[in-house]
């Protein structure tokens, strides 16, 4: 996929590959196969892959990572010598954690292109892909690319099926709309905002046999081929590794075995009804969910912190403390949460050489975000209560910090709490946009979830009635709480 081969010295690794395997080294009788450069051996790597890319990589129903990119990997790192350490991130954010050195590299139905090529090293291509158009399964209307004149047609961003949709757009005059994932393209056409889809030709395939809701109506386009990536001019010693193993796969027959899994023709499988879906998903969504409670609980204790020292810092005396709260909380009040999430997840460790794990990363970012708006209600909650009680106890002989402590701030408790809870509400809330650097909270399970089984619909109502549920009762646990230290 254009979404998704080296330089000289991959085209002569491959040459001499193929020698040894066909010719053999120095007359011996017995095929000669690569092997793994012993850096590499008993070593850990950290890969980046996409989230929802059937049949490349997705989840099975135990939740599991699974696909052609996920077997393969796999296969040669058991092959080679080495461990893998996967991390589901999403295409876009999988790029960006290779070009942070977040990880060793990436491998997720990654076309190998001119452009990309500048910015990473490729290995063989292990996939040559090609492209197709599908519609909505009960329109007879779209047969050929010259029915689609006047229309609009989507494609996933990035993709290989958007490049060639925009190859042709004009010769047939469509409007070509990108989006991100395949299930979201899918529900768009079945929608009627798009009369089609340019994708992948497996990956619709894999899609129509799940009773998707499309039919392909094209013969497959040529496309380019899909490789494994390191960052530029590093983990060369991985890439080596990848490519040994690869040849040895296809000379053993393990790679075919791997294809055929998922690429042989299935008939197309009908799904079981709500409740079925919901008992199917449970376990996920439950690891989703304790994750989304740990993140918020966690990133509330660290900005409650925040909010009280700087809340002080902007009432106090000194200039110097204000103009530090008042930064803060522009900062981070100013700036988008999805910014600063990718910034201390991507930007912060390519600056500093120190990778952040995405827990860490996402409780950085909800922590500093929530205590610049704690800043402001702890400053709003004192400045509520009448300058002329502190100004009385202080004519009684109480010092500043001591009137503060015992006149002022209890009033002011009472009047912040409410906000307090409604920020605990915010904050659990936006936890769901971590989910773009791949945190596996409960919109992200949810994400996982109809990524294979198109359900998009039913699969997020689910995930709405637990955040309800959720917030509900921790909205009237803390109302509870509120009544009795606050009567």
Known sequence: MWRRRGGTFAALAAFFTVAIMFFGIGGASALAVPTAPTDVKGKTFAIATDTTFAPFEFRDGSGELVGIDMDLLRAIATEQGFQVDIKSLGFDAALQAVQSNQVAGVIAGMSITDERKKVFDFSEPYFDSGVQMAVAKNNEDIKTYKDLKGKTVVAKRGSEGETFANSIKDEYGFTVKALADSATMYDDVKAGNSVAVFDDYPVLAYGVSQDNGLKIVTAKEQGSSYGFAVNKGQNQDLLKAFDAGLANLKANGEYQKILDKYLAKAEVQEQGGFFQLVKDSFPALMKGLWLTMVATVLSLAIALVLGVVFGFFKVAES?????????????????????????????????????????????????????????????????????????????????????????????????????????????????????????????????????????????????????????????????????????
């Open 319 to 487: 200039r110097i403390l204000r103009g530090i709260a008042t930064t803060y909380v522009a900062i981070f009040r100013g700036t988008p949460l999805l910014v600063q999430a990718f910034f201390f997840y991507f930007g912060l460790p390519q600056m500093t050489g120190q990778p952040l794990d995405v827990l860490t990363a996402g409780v950085i970012t909800l922590s500093l975000n929530a205590g610049a708006y704690m800043t402001e209600i702890v400053r709003g909650g004192i400045q509520s209560v009448d300058a002329g009680q502190l100004e009385a106890s202080r004519s009684l002989g109480l010092g500043y910090v001591t009137s503060m402590r015992r006149v002022v701030v209890p009033q002011a408790i009472k009047i912040m709490t409410p906000s307090f809870i409604n920020q605990f509400v915010i904050t659990l809330k936006d936890t769901s946009l971590l989910a773009v650097i791949g945190f596996a909270e409960l919109t992200y399970q949810g994400q996982q979830i109809y990524a294979t089984n198109f359900r998009t619909g039913e699969t997020l109502l689910i995930v709405a009635a637990l955040y309800f549920i959720v917030i509900t009762a921790l909205t009237q646990l803390s109302n509870l709480v509120d009544r009795k230290f606050n009567k």
